[in-house]
T-cell receptor
Framework: DAKTTQPTSMDCAEGRAANLPCNHS???????VYWYRQIHSQGPQYIIH???NNETNEMASLIITEDRKSSTLILPHATLRDTAVYYC???????????FGKGTKLTVNP | GAVVSQHPSWVICKSGTSVKIECRSL??????MFWYRQFPKQSLMLMAT?????????EQGVEKDKFLINHASLTLSTLTVTSAHPEDSSFYIC??????????FGDGTRLSIL
């Protein structure tokens, strides 16, 4: 079973920041928080991951709370192409399997 | 970024035939590859994990004799659906992991059995 809880769906206006929350209250000390997204009829796309520090890359920012029980993925300027299902996954990394929950369906509106 | 190529992207075949799907890591060595299946409006479900040169580990409920997995090199894994039937119609997705790379996914294979 997935160890994360995410809202089923969210809407965001094009050009605005999209903030996607994730709860992972049972995360272990050696588990990372990974974010992937799946655009319709494609394979999941890796976005970002982090352990305890906030992370930023060209796609998004990841904010992890100090107690590591929740995190937020931030898409700073959402575009229509960001419409997808976003999955938050906790995992030790390496060769450990990823367990996908139901994710958050983000719809970016014009 | 890391690239995982999956082929074919879609296939339609008659019931009873076998179908082979290839998954290649193009720019890194994949010590571990994973095969997932996704039914419409559902999330990805892991079918099996394969490490190069060893037998795959199947998830509970996945028939190893029906879904044959070969991971003969660090850049290639194949999934063969043997004697496919309409209930095997699904979206099959592979992912690869190696070195310092997080898991990267192929674009999936849509399998339709008539």
């Amino acid at each position: 079973d997935a160890k994360t809880t995410q809202p089923t769906s969210m809407d965001c206006a094009e050009g605005r920041a999209a903030n996607l929350p994730c709860n992972h209250s049972t995360i272990s000390g050696n588990e990372y928080v990974y974010w992937y997204r799946q655009i319709h009829s494609q394979g999941p796309q890796y976005i970002i991951h982090g352990l305890k520090n906030n992370e930023t890359n060209e796609m998004a920012s990841l904010i992890i709370t100090e107690d590591r029980k929740s995190s937020t993925l931030i898409l700073p300027h959402a575009t229509l192409r960001d419409t997808a299902v976003y999955y938050c996954i906790v995992n030790q990394g390496g060769s450990e399997k990823l367990v996908f929950g139901k994710g958050t369906k983000l719809t970016v509106n014009p | 970024g890391a690239v995982v190529s999956q082929h074919p992207s879609w296939v339609i075949c008659k019931s009873g035939t076998s179908v082979k799907i290839e998954c290649r890591s193009l720019d890194f060595q994949a010590t571990t590859m994973f095969w997932y299946r996704q039914f419409p409006k559902q999330s990805l479900m892991l079918m099996a994990t394969s490490n190069e040169g060893s037998k795959a580990t199947y998830e509970q409920g996945v028939e190893k004799d029906k879904f044959l997995i070969n991971h003969a090199s660090l850049t290639l894994s194949t999934l063969t659906v043997t004697s496919a039937h309409p209930e095997d119609s699904s979206f099959y997705i592979c992912s690869a992991e190696g070195g310092n790379q997080p898991q990267h996914f192929g674009d999936g294979t849509r399998l339709s059995i008539l």
